[in-house]
């Protein structure tokens, strides 16, 4: 066995992936749908059962972990030095008088949990680290302003500014999706959040979905509006050119903030790639020259393993990273394993 052994946790709204690495490669990896039920422990229980479980399909003692790398939807509160989940997609308590969510959760104690099993935990923002994750091994590589942002069920965004990774006092840098690009409340989408008038609310997939929905009393998923607007269906086609629009301006705004250089895009939205960067990249380039010119928009190339080496990124020895930079040792990873609830 090449030590160390790191374990990498990737949890989003939907489901949780946990995989096990050494220095040659990602050796087992698993998921299963994220727990939303129970106490608020229940979700760091959930981690450390699937990292035994894949420490089991490695071949690897759970006490042989060296390090846990967690990469998750935020944001996050810190509360005696520890992270604390406070995300609207886990915590149903603090989506206000939505019910969406089976739980009433305030918090997810993440931070504190976890390293009773790991004293090696870091936990990182999903998109600080998926940033991270591109620099060092996808479409970011060699540059010092970089903007990642992913456009999915949530709009989120990590950032590197003159070659320094933006954090914040809770580490939630940049949570683009909730910025305000209206200045009323009134009749404006409500957000995940609970807020009106966010970025998110307007140009999510869940917002394309919403809005299909309301013109047409139809709802469906937000891949089959991109279907029905592959057909030509106007209703599709108006409501997918305005999300574009107004996720385009989202990047303006962020590019007029941190004067950054290249965009990189993941999330399940930008699937439909093909569809929405005519659309983006023309809005794009309508805004202020001076501020949008030389700045280019592309997607991730780390696709299905940015997840995986996103949280690995937090805990991986420098060491490891010219190797894996060369050989791209990820591409091997064994197929997933589905873990049952
Ligand atoms: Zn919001």
Redesign the pocket.
């Known amino acids: 066995m090449h030590l160390p052994v790191l374990a990498a946790v990737d949890i989003g709204g939907t489901k949780v992936t946990a995989s096990i690495s050494n220095a040659d490669g990602i050796l087992a990896k698993v998921y299963q749908e994220t727990v939303k039920t129970g106490d608020n422990t229940a979700l760091p229980i959930q981690v450390d059962g699937m990292i035994s479980a894949v420490c089991r399909l490695a071949g690897v003692k759970k006490a042989e972990v060296n390090a846990l790398g967690v990469s998750t939807c935020s944001p996050f509160e810190r509360r005696d030095g520890k992270l604390v989940l406070v995300s ?1 997609n886990l915590c149903g308590g603090l989506t206000k008088d939505r019910h969406i969510l089976p739980n009433r959760w305030m918090d997810i104690p993440l931070d504190a949990e976890l390293r009773k099993h790991y004293p090696e935990t870091v936990i990182g923002n999903d998109c600080i680290t998926a940033v991270v994750a591109e620099r060092l091994f996808g479409a970011g590589i060699g540059e010092d302003n970089l903007l990642y942002v992913t456009w999915s069920t ?1 709009i989120g965004a990590g950032a590197y500014v003159d070659g320094h990774l933006l954090c914040g006092k809770n580490a939630n840098a940049l ?1 683009l ?2 910025t305000f690009i209206t200045t009323e409340n009134h009749r404006q989408p409500a ?5 009106r008038g ?4 307007f140009a999510a997939g869940p917002a394309i979905a919403r809005d299909f929905a309301e013109a047409t009393g139809d709802r469906i998923a937000p891949v089959e509006v991109f279907r029905l607007y592959r057909q030509g269906n106007k209703t599709a086609r108006g409501i997918i050119q305005r999300a574009a629009r107004i996720f385009a301006r989202g990047l303006v705004n962020a590019t007029a903030l941190l004067d950054t250089r290249l965009i990189v895009l993941g999330g399940s939205v930008i699937k439909d790639w093909d569809v929405l960067e005519p659309l983006v990249q023309e809005e794009f380039a309508s805004a202020f020259p001076p501020l949008t010119k030389g700045v280019t928009i592309t997607l991730s190339r780390l696709s299905q393993y940015l997840g995986d080496i996103a949280a690995l990124s937090l805990v991986m020895p420098e060491s490891w990273i010219p190797v894996w930079k060369a050989e791209k040792p990820w591409e091997k990873t064994p197929k997933a394993v589905k873990l049952e609830t």
């Open positions: 609207p949530g949570h999706g909730h957000c995940g959040c609970g807020d966010h970025l998110e609310a």
